[in-house]
């Protein structure tokens, strides 16, 4: 019998070191590939097509408002000058798609292509990492038609747009007001002398506000917005909108105390407004961020960048004869190509249904249904095997625990039940976190974090389950299982989203980006893991060793 309990001692310590280098490696492994990863157009982009027809506009300034939140936007106390320019033109609610960080959509912005087909990075990189658009972008497309560009923004810019498509440039390492202080009176003197043909000047401290200055509930957010509504008046008085046309958007929104990078409304939801030549005026409702490039690609009479998922706004585009009549054909042109080459780089092929008499919007509609059905037919031909493997995985410890049923059982699951309702209630009522990417500052602070409130969770969980079973009266290996147990079992609760997520996303991010939703719960959860299994072997040896102490006393 002594025996047997050593054996069950030691195996449960091993299980929970490896549980904890599962996890670790899991964790990591996950987050490099998702890192890494590159769209499957990375090597076999879609050729550039023709223009639509002539420019509609002299010039385009593309003012692009970096973290404005669509409601900050919509307060005319805050943003007076901004709600002028709205009633004047073309006025929209912008969709995007997580990961809502800037550096993606920043390549949604210029290449059309939403995050898993733009081949922009997955997150923000340092500057030194951050790689130059593989895709057709706006850039590069008005290169090619011999028109000339300027960008004057944060210096991630310099990085992404190839620098041989930009005529005139300016770029800063800072984020603050300062900072957007030099970025327009760099681009002034361009909208001044007039050569360029489409300025993108890029706004940045509003995101700083929400990231170091207390987040969208903090007075000095609307401030920064203020700030940025006095830059873009001073950026329209160079402009005559007669001729010129000016597009104000933003690449996320913020949480209230601050951040982004998840699948909230509330960053997924952002300003639109294009004012000026070729632009029809009124309320249109709601477009997509991959709507943009296309939109001022036949502004500017350029090609539709040839990854572009979404469609040109020519709802709202005083466009001529030869831009009705030619935008279906070249959209079909561009959609064919795109969905051809994406369906051939993931093997996996679904025809486009189009109707007799398509219009653009109703190409790029049947295209990308196409595109989407077969990304989804390849997904639901890859889960069910690992949907096999993932009950497999959960039924075992349940059968094995429904068998061995009873008191102590049922006293390591109150006990796993407490440590998840105080973990949960720490990380959402108290911190007010919430269950995405926008509330992850850096990989350190996340752990840290965890690690912190897995301790307190799973010591209030132990402290409950000891006084419930009498811990103190067994032997100090009794005891140790006893704390081996609960720690197993807290286990077992938090491997059910990481099993979640792996039947959805696989364990590596590979030819699709993950399902960001599920591939956050699988992370939080696997880092608890990681946490739970040091501490409880921590956790057992303390037990062990009161236990002894306490029957030394009382012997």
Same mark, same amino acid.
């Given at each position: ?140 497309a ?11 923004g ?11 498509a ?44 929400g ?47 601050? =951040?982004?990078? !998840? &699948?909230?409304?509330? +960053?997924?939801?952002e #300003?639109?407004?294009? /004012?000026?030549? @070729? $632009?029809?005026? =009124?309320?249109? !409702? &709601?477009?997509n961020? +991959?709507?943009v490039? #296309?939109?001022?690609? /036949?502004?500017? @009479? $350029? ?7 979404g ?58 249904h ?48 407490i ?20 509330s992850?500052s ?24 000891w ?5 103190w ?17 807290v ?65």
């Amino acid at each position: 019998m002594k025996k047997a309990s050593y054996s069950l001692f030691v195996a449960g310590i091993i299980s929970c070191l490896l549980l904890a280098s599962g996890a670790y490696f899991w964790a990591t492994s996950l987050m490099d590939s998702l890192y890494a990863y590159h769209s499957p157009l990375h090597d076999e982009s879609p050729p550039p097509g023709k223009p639509v027809g002539p420019p509609l506009t002299r010039r385009i300034v593309f003012v692009l408002l970096d973290a404005l939140r669509l409601d900050t936007s919509l307060n005319a106390d805050v943003m007076p000058f901004l709600n002028e320019l709205r009633n004047q033109g073309a006025r929209a609610v912008m969709h995007s798609r997580p990961p809502s960080y800037s550096d993606p959509a920043y390549s949604v912005l210029l290449t059309g292509a939403w995050p898993d087909l733009s081949d922009g990075p997955t997150f923000n990189l340092p500057y030194e990492e951050t790689p130059t658009f593989t895709q057709d972008n706006l850039f590069s497309a008005a290169k090619r038609e011999g028109l000339k560009t300027a960008l004057s923004g944060y210096y991630w810019f310099e990085k992404l747009v190839p620098q041989d498509a930009v005529d005139e440039s300016f770029y800063t390492p800072s984020e603050d007001q300062a900072a957007d202080r030099q970025v327009v009176d760099a681009a002034l003197p361009w909208l001044e002398h007039g050569m360029d043909n489409f300025v993108l000047i890029h706004i940045d401290q509003v995101d700083y506000a929400g990231h170091y200055e207390g987040g969208p509930r903090d007075t000095r957010w609307n401030a920064a917005a203020r700030r940025a509504d006095d830059l873009i008046r001073e950026v329209v008085a160079e402009l005559d909108l007669t001729q010129d046309t000016l597009l104000v958007a933003s690449d996320h929104g913020q949480i209230d105390q601050g =951040g982004h990078g !998840g &699948h909230e409304p509330v +960053v997924l939801l952002e #300003p639109f407004i294009l /004012v000026g030549a @070729g $632009v029809k005026s =009124g309320d249109f !409702g &709601h477009v997509n961020m +991959v709507d943009v490039a #296309p939109t001022l690609a /036949v502004l500017l @009479g $350029v090609n539709i960048p040839a990854d572009s998922q979404g469609r040109a706004l020519e709802e709202m585009l005083a466009l001529t004869t030869i831009h009705t009549n030619a935008l279906p054909w070249i959209t079909y042109l561009q959609q064919k190509q795109l969905v051809e080459a994406y369906q051939s780089a993931i093997g996996w092929h679904v025809e486009a249904l189009l109707p007799k008499q398509a219009s653009a919007q109703k190409i790029v509609a049947a295209y990308q249904h196409a595109l989407e059905t077969a990304r989804d037919s390849r997904l639901h031909e890859e889960r069910p095997p690992r949907g096999f493997v993932s009950l497999v995985i959960a039924l075992i410890p349940a059968g094995i625990l429904f068998w061995r049923r009873g008191k102590t059982v049922a006293w390591l699951w109150i006990g796993a039940l407490i440590y998840n309702i105080f973990f949960h209630l720490r990380y959402a009522l108290l911190d007010h976190l919430t269950y995405s990417l926008s509330s992850v500052s850096s990989a350190e602070e996340l752990i840290l974090y965890v690690a912190i409130t897995a301790l307190a969770s799973l010591g209030l969980a132990w402290i409950i389950v000891w006084w419930g079973l009498k811990a103190w009266r067994r032997n100090p290996i009794q005891a140790g299982e006893l704390g081996l147990g609960l720690v197993l079992i807290v286990i077992y609760s938090l491997a059910l989203p990481v099993l979640w997520s792996y039947y959805l996303n696989d364990v590596l991010t590979t030819w699709t980006l993950p399902d960001f939703p599920s591939v956050f719960w699988g992370l939080l959860s696997t880092v608890q893991i990681l946490a739970v299994a040091v501490l409880g072997v921590l956790g057992t040896g303390a037990a062990v060793l009161f236990s002894w102490m306490v029957r030394n006393m009382s012997g």
